[in-house]
């Protein structure tokens, strides 16, 4: 199985290579999630693209890597959504697969986009439904 994610980028044209969360902690919970089935959705804040993040395309197939790095999952965006903060519905924060409900969504979000220094109610974040396409671990 390849691993490097040069052979991945031939294998999936477009491919960008992204990270869960802020820390290698959550990245790898998120990650576990993903593997478990609980996980097909996250989100993006609009101000993580204008600082540079790679914005999700419907159909392109991504890399999601670990906090060293090193691929973990490729990944097809499936569905994306330009939602508020404050208008998250449950439904789509469940499939995010990290909380019981959209009150738990909120409060760990709000926790994570404050350490990133970007929260506000109204800031737009860009929700995406995924597949998993391969797993390499």
Same mark, same amino acid.
């Given at each position: 199985?390849?691993?490097?994610?040069?052979?991945?980028?031939?294998?999936?044209?477009?491919?960008?290579?992204?990270?869960?969360?802020?820390?290698?902690?959550?990245?790898?919970?998120?990650?576990?999630?993903? #593997?478990?089935?609980?996980?097909?959705?996250?989100?993006?804040?609009?101000?993580?693209?204008?600082?540079?993040?790679?914005?999700?395309?419907?159909?392109?197939?991504?890399?999601?890597?670990?906090?060293?790095?090193?691929?973990?999952?490729?990944?097809?965006?499936?569905?994306? #959504?330009?939602?508020?903060?404050?208008?998250?519905?449950?439904?789509?924060?469940?499939?995010?697969?990290?909380?019981?409900?959209?009150?738990?969504?909120?409060?760990?979000?709000?926790?994570?986009?404050? #350490?990133?220094?970007?929260?506000?109610?109204?800031?737009?974040?860009?929700?995406?439904?995924?597949?998993?396409?391969?797993?390499?671990?």
């Amino acid at each position: 199985m390849t691993r490097s994610i040069e052979a991945l980028k031939a294998r999936h044209p477009g491919a960008v290579a992204y990270r869960f969360g802020d820390g290698p902690e959550l990245c790898a919970a998120l990650l576990a999630l993903v #593997r478990a089935g609980k996980k097909r959705a996250t989100c993006l804040a609009e101000a993580e693209i204008a600082a540079g993040e790679a914005p999700p395309e419907v159909g392109r197939c991504d890399i999601a890597v670990d906090f060293e790095d090193a691929p973990q999952l490729v990944t097809r965006t499936l569905e994306l #959504r330009r939602v508020r903060y404050r208008d998250m519905t449950e439904e789509m924060a469940l499939m995010e697969g990290e909380d019981d409900d959209l009150a738990g969504w909120m409060a760990g979000h709000e926790r994570y986009y404050r #350490r990133l220094g970007i929260f506000a109610p109204d800031m737009w974040l860009i929700w995406e439904r995924f597949e998993v396409v391969e797993d390499l671990a």
